[in-house]
């Protein structure tokens, strides 16, 4: 990408970058994360390394870390507690999220910042490109990257409004914490049932506070090398990740309405699934002869969700 004029660069808004951890298995990942957020071409106006309730990786990170502020998670456990941590202590115009075991590329604050160029936007998010570190399934349909926190097939492919952000390449307003709140669900360690769609509630509410502004998706706003372990690339966490998600939906359209819980999903269930399912029946044809693989995983991952969604419909039912 050709760098922005420094004249345009003066009128960008202030961004603060808030990376959450909460273990040391994943140590490197966040040095690389660090690393990338220094040598952006335009530097973070703030930037905040925020441990989640782990004091013996919060005493190597301030040790480490000495030109950024470390800041133990100040709520409760979760990734929630330790956003807004971030959030609180943040006074930059925008915060952005970025995950520790991913990077972003060298000029993803600068692309991201011109999106705030309009004043009707609320947020803006990009693309998150996986590294698989033990190889790429064959059986791994594109439609469901968003198991492994990546972006899937179904998202814009030129900018475009969005419902709702993927929290490990967001940024928000500093206005939309300040008018409607911050992060309510939250998630425990990599995988807490019910609990994946923190940013997705955050974002309707957002749009239902301010009716007629939106979110948008910039495919130039890019974080690469998402770190997937081989424990994510297996079918059982595929199954376990997309019941998961079911339980998560049941519960998100229980708190902001079906109509807006449920909007984005059902157009990838009713066109971006079929397409994917009958185009890898048909990829033998074009010498792709994993192609019905993919399309077994994605029944398989549309099903699993779907039986996530009526158990949670019944434990809501339950009080549960």
Known sequence: MTPLPASDRSSLPSIAVVVCAYTENRWDELVACVEALRNQTVPPAEQFVVIDHNEALFSRARAEFTELTVLENAGDQGLAGARNTGIAAATADVVAFVDEDATPALDWIERMAANFADDDVLGVGGPIEPMWLGGRPAWFPDEFLWIVGCTYRGLPTETAAIRNLIGCNMSVRREVFDEIGTFRIGRVGTLSIGQENDETELCIRALQRFPGRRFVYAPDVRVVNHRVPGTRSSITYYLKRSFSEGISKARLSGMVGADDGLSSERSYV???????????????????????????????????????????????????
Request: glycine content about 22%; hydrophobic content about 45%; charged content about 10%.
């Open 270 to 320: 009713l066109k971006t699934l079929p397409s994917g399912i009958l185009s890898g029946f048909a990829a033998p044809l074009r010498g792709q002869f994993s192609g019905p693989l993919r399309s077994g995983a994605i029944l398989l991952g549309l099903g699993s969700t779907g039986v996530g969604f009526v158990v949670g419909k019944a434990m809501k039912l339950a009080g549960r």
